[in-house]
C-alpha cells in the first residue's frame, strides 16, 4: 500500500502539498481498507493518516499498516487541524466525490486552495489501471469461481426455470465458493429479452428454443471478474447460430489481436469490422470492452471513441455482441490480461456454442 502512496506522489505535480480521498475505491487502493463505505483519507508527502468513526476504528487500527488511524470527531475539523500543522495551503481532491462534499470541504477548511479538478483522479486511475502480480491473482480467484458457477450452470439450467432463480443460483454459488460479494448485479436474461444488452432477470421462464444469456463475475479480495456466455436451451435456428458464430468469431479474433501498445479504439474496431462485415451493423451499439479492477467498469475503454494507450498489466474484457431488437441477442464476453506480446484470456470457460 505504502508504494501506492510513493507512486501517485510521483505523479502528482511538483508542488504537490496534499490529497484528500474520500471514495470508496480509492480508499480502498490506498489503505486496503474494505470494510464500510465511511472514512476520510489524507495523503501528504511525509505521511498518510486516515480518520474512521467509531464502528470501524478497531478493525482499522488492526489492518491499516500505512497510515496512521485517527478516531473521527468532526472529520473536517480534523483535517483543517492536520493541513494546519503542516502547513499546507493547496490540497487535491478526487473529482468524483459529491458537489455537496467538496463545498463542505471548502467551507471548512478557509484559507486553502481546494482543486476538484480531474487531475489527482485521474492520477489514481492511471495507477490502478495497471495491475500488481497480487492484483492479478485475485482477479484469476475470482475467475476460477466465475468459470465453476458457469459449469454449475450448465446443469443447472432447463426449460421452465425461472430467470430471477437462476440469476440467485449463480450469486449464491458465487458466494458460497468464496466469492466475498459479486462484482456486479447478475445478468441472466432468456429468450427474446437476451437483445437487451443488461436485461434485468425477471418472472420469466426458460422456454426450449430459447438463447440464454449470463453475464456475471465474482468478486475476490476487492477485486472484479467480468464474464458473458450465450448458451441454447434444446436446440438452436441456423439464424441464431450464424449470430452466434458472427459474435465468437469477432471475439476471438480480438483476442488474438490484442496486446500492449495499442489504442482502445484500434481494438474494438477488429471486432466491428467483423460484425458490420457480416451484415449486422447497427446492432452492435455498445463498446467492445472496458478495465476490470476494484471496479468492474475501469478505464481505459476498448471503445470507438477511445484513443488511450492500453498497456501491458492491464486487465480488460473483451465483449462484442449482437442484439437483434425483440428476437434475441448474443455476447460473448472474457477478462484478459494484457501483455507486451498479447493477451492472455484470465478464464477457461468454453467458447462454442453450447446445446442443453
Ligand atoms: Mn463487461
Redo the contacts with the bound molecule.
Sequence with gaps: MKQRTEKLLAAMPRDFEAALISTDVNRFYFLGFDSGDAGTVLILPEKTYFIIDSRYIEIAEATVKDAEVILEKKALEQVRELLTDHSVKRLYMEDKATVAYANRVREALPGVEVDTSALLSDAVEALRAVKSKEELDAIRRAQAITDACFAHMLDYIKPGVREIDAALEMELFMRGHGAGKIAFDTIFVSGAKTSLPHGVPGEKRVDAGDFVTM?FGARVDGYCT?MTRTVAVGSATDEQRAVYDTVLKAQLACCAYARAGQEGRAVDKVARDIIYGAGYEGFFGHGL??AVGIEIHESPRYSPSCADIVRAGMVM?I?PGIYLPGRFGVRI?DTVFVREDGCEIIGTSPKELIVL
Aim: hydrophobic share 0%; proline share 0%.
Design positions: 453475464d467480468d470492452g472496458h474484457t465483449e464476453e
